[in-house]
């Protein structure tokens, strides 16, 4: 069962505080998805730059890892809020 759009949401939230929070990682994002510190600020209620933030930390399981444990949180919650987030497609690299 899915979760609903307003947790996905909140949930994404959370990760964006958390990367804002993280020293190391923050730039990583900055510098992959190209967004600014205004970016953070000026689009942080957007659904899809939401699901770009989800899209980041799922890009390593360390990150899943230390997000869902530092913030008490299932490992495939994040997964599922993408999914959510993303209308239900999965995103296929390949």
Excluded: K
């Amino acid at each position: 069962m899915p979760i609903p759009a307003h947790s996905a949401e909140a949930l994404a939230l959370n990760v964006l505080s958390w990367l804002v929070g993280n020293e190391e990682l923050l730039p990583v994002f900055l510098g992959s998805t190209g967004a600014s510190a205004q970016d953070l600020r000026d689009r942080a209620a957007e659904p899809d730059f939401l699901g770009s933030v989800l899209e980041f930390l799922l890009l390593d399981d360390s990150w899943v890892i230390a997000f869902c444990d530092a913030n008490s949180v299932p490992y495939d919650l994040p997964v599922q809020a993408r999914a959510v987030l993303s209308g239900g497609a999965d995103v296929h690299w390949t």
